[in-house]
Antibody, heavy 121, light 110 residues
């Protein structure tokens, strides 16, 4: 059974870096049949895809254009987890952040429990 | 700004049917795979439909999907109070190399 366990600070100050980790069980971050995504949800913006990492003989990343200059999604094969780093945050980055598995095909089948991150001084 | 357009809300009585459209510009959706998600407050979104019309195991056949031309559609029959939620469509945009979501549709059982 695939499970995604998220962790990280719930409160981040403006201009600082938001960092979350997602530990994967029941699958491998290096799987050639999955990609590992971060998606956020806020009342004002609904669901917003942020980015992903995946392995197909080498590592690849894709990022949403509006956050591309601020985001990094990294795999850690030794710990079987994927991390999200979002720099220079503002209150507009306040949202519930989800770690999400994407199997082969354009959809998301397993979601982490979500982490509410508030950006406030 | 979302490139997929959904109605903000739909409603119907228990037992009735609702449909939610997801449209894009320039035949944006017609040749793409669309997925649909149900989002209940306080929980993670749940996959309802993928590849336009396929249901994951455990999703009842009251939920159905279709995709033709410039619009994809989610149908819910036999509406139940537990179906009250926000519903989102999504697809991969090859030109952006990014996923895009619709803005979501709130389903109310009246």
């Amino acid at each position: 059974q695939i499970q995604l366990q998220q962790s990280g600070p719930r409160l981040v100050k403006p201009s600082q870096t938001l960092s979350l980790t997602c530990v994967i069980s029941g699958d491998s971050v290096s799987s050639d049949r999955a990609a590992w995504n971060w998606i956020r949800q806020s009342p004002s913006r609904g669901l917003e895809w942020l980015g992903r990492t995946y392995y197909r003989s080498k590592w690849y990343n894709d990022y949403e254009l509006s956050v591309k200059s601020r985001i990094t999604v990294n795999p850690d094969t030794s710990k079987n987890h994927v991390s999200l780093h979002l720099i220079s945050v503002t209150p507009e980055d306040t949202a519930i952040y989800y770690c999400v598995r994407e199997p082969v095909g354009a959809h998301f089948d397993h979601w982490g429990e979500g982490t509410l991150v508030t950006v406030s001084s | 700004q979302s490139v997929l357009t959904q109605p903000p809300s739909v409603s119907a009585a228990p037992g009735q049917k609702v449909t939610i459209s997801c449209s894009g510009s320039d035949s944006y959706i017609g040749n793409k795979f669309v997925s649909w998600y149900q989002h209940l407050p306080g929980t993670a979104p749940k996959l309802l439909i993928y590849d336009n019309n396929k249901r994951p195991s455990g999703i009842p056949d009251r939920f159905s999907g279709s995709n033709s031309g410039t619009s994809a559609t989610l149908g819910i029959t036999g509406l139940q109070t537990g179906d009250e939620a926000d519903y989102y469509c999504a697809t991969w945009d090859r030109s952006l190399s990014a996923y895009v979501f619709g803005a979501g549709t709130k389903v109310t059982v009246v």
